[in-house]
């Protein structure tokens, strides 16, 4: 962990921390790399795999988020860096095995080769496998939260997000989305494929500063709409962006039929979702103020991005 953050912060220190992306991917690739060590008894070439996955790439939304929330609430820093570098580590797992042949079979990821093509199939399901077991370790560590119950609670609930009722249930709609093509199912599985993750960077952060569950309601609140308006910007970007700032292939999701917002409600009226979900994005936020400025920031980020 770098020195800036390695502990309590100063007075003033987090103000407007998720505005800061440069110095938070810093502090997250430090968190993330110091958990995968440099023990000699390891293989290096699924140490190395696990580096290319995770560190140095990606907007780091995901960390923000987490950030933006635990200063608004008060929670510590250096807890709060290492349940964001946690989520990092579940992020990049996800892309790892999406990426797969037997998934997505994509051969690009964030402008470089997918994990698969750069080292093997085997060490890509090994490293992602890896991944995930680290953000566990790195959520269960003391240097987390002082309290075993908090740090139960925050495992508990990202082994939530991961299984049937999130992520992997999400993957199974998308790849087996039946016959037919409805909103109702859509939004299902935009709510667990990348909603779950995104719900969890709130519920984490509130879980971290033990905040009460009125606000905890309004932030969650906040945190299913922008979960569903980041998918379907997903969807609206792999329709009409531009590969080059994308990073990735495009246009595969219409190609093969998948159930996507796009699919299911056409590029403008997706887009008008996307613009309505911001706007309660918002509204879920009034009663914190100013104070809750990185969040506003961060819907507006998810609605207008490019990539």
């Given at each position: 962990?770098?020195?800036?953050?390695?502990?309590?912060?100063?007075?003033?220190?987090?103000?407007?921390?998720?505005?800061?992306?440069?110095?938070?991917?810093?502090?997250?690739?430090?968190?993330?790399?110091?958990?995968?060590?440099?023990?000699?008894?390891?293989?290096?070439?699924?140490?190395?795999?696990?580096?290319?996955?995770?560190?140095?790439?990606?907007?780091?939304?995901?960390?923000?988020?987490?950030?933006?929330?635990?200063?608004?609430?008060?929670?510590?820093?250096?807890?709060?860096?290492?349940?964001?570098?946690?989520?990092?580590c579940v992020h990049a797992q996800s892309l790892v095995h999406d990426d797969l042949p037997c998934m997505d079979d994509d051969d690009l990821r964030r402008g470089k080769p997918t994990l698969h093509r750069a080292f093997d199939e085997a060490t890509a399901v090994l490293a992602g496998?890896?991944?995930?077991?680290?953000?566990?370790?790195?959520?269960?560590?003391?240097?987390?939260?002082?309290?075993?119950?908090?740090r139960g609670d925050l495992v508990l609930k990202l082994a939530r997000t991961m299984g049937q009722d999130g992520l992997a249930g999400g993957q199974m709609l998308d790849l087996f989305p039946g016959d037919q093509i409805s909103s109702e199912a859509m939004i299902l599985c935009e709510m667990r494929k990348t909603g779950a993750l995104i719900r969890y960077c709130v519920e984490a952060a509130a879980i971290l500063a033990g905040c009460d569950d009125g606000q905890r309601r309004k932030l969650m609140s906040f945190a299913e709409k922008l979960g569903l308006m980041f998918q379907?910007?997903?969807?609206?970007?792999?329709?009409?962006?531009?590969?080059?700032?994308?990073?990735?292939?495009?246009?595969?999701?219409?190609?093969?039929?998948?159930?996507?917002?796009?699919?299911?409600?056409?590029?403008?009226?997706?887009?008008?979702s996307a613009a309505h979900l911001e706007r309660d994005c918002h509204e879920a936020l009034i009663g914190f103020g100013s104070q809750a400025s990185a969040l506003h920031d961060l819907a507006a980020f998810a609605f207008q991005r490019m990539h």
């Open positions: 962990m770098s020195g800036q953050h390695s502990g309590e912060a100063k007075p003033g220190e987090e103000e407007n921390a998720a505005s800061r992306p440069t110095e938070l991917r810093r502090d997250i690739d430090a968190v993330i790399d110091q958990a995968i060590g440099t023990s000699p008894s390891r293989h290096q070439r699924l140490a190395d795999a696990m580096r290319y996955a995770a560190l140095g790439a990606g907007k780091r939304f995901r960390a923000m988020l987490v950030i933006a929330v635990s200063d608004l609430l008060g929670a510590r820093r250096g807890g709060a860096l290492r349940v964001a570098a946690a989520i990092e496998d890896a991944l995930l077991a680290l953000a566990f370790e790195i959520l269960s560590d003391p240097r987390t939260h002082p309290e075993a119950a908090v379907i910007r997903d969807d609206i970007l792999d329709m009409s962006g531009d590969e080059k700032l994308v990073g990735k292939g495009l246009r595969k999701d219409t190609a093969q039929g998948k159930n996507t917002a796009t699919a299911c409600l056409g590029l403008e009226d997706a887009n008008l």
